[in-house]
């Protein structure tokens, strides 16, 4: 991940109060991630998905097996497939 969207996802982390927006639980008791309700254009990096991409599209979880980003990002995909 480019330097820009770890800077960028700690912003968001902080914003939402260093809790995951799912359940709740704070960064000692799981690890937090940040979440794209949508993706944008690749940037300038080429991996990057953050052009176009505003703070409302991006979303602090819990990360790992059994986690809010998985059961998320699970339903999404089940929803588009």
Do not use: F
């Amino acid at each position: 991940l480019c330097a820009g969207w770890r800077s960028r996802a700690a912003m968001i982390v902080a914003r939402d109060g260093g809790r995951c927006r799912g359940c709740d639980r704070g960064a000692c008791e799981v690890r937090l991630e940040v979440h794209h309700r949508r993706y944008g254009k690749p940037g300038q990096c080429g991996a990057c998905v953050l052009t176009g991409v505003t703070d409302e599209d991006l979303v602090t979880l819990c990360g790992g097996p059994g986690g809010c980003h998985e059961a998320i990002t699970n339903v999404r995909r089940a929803v588009r497939y």
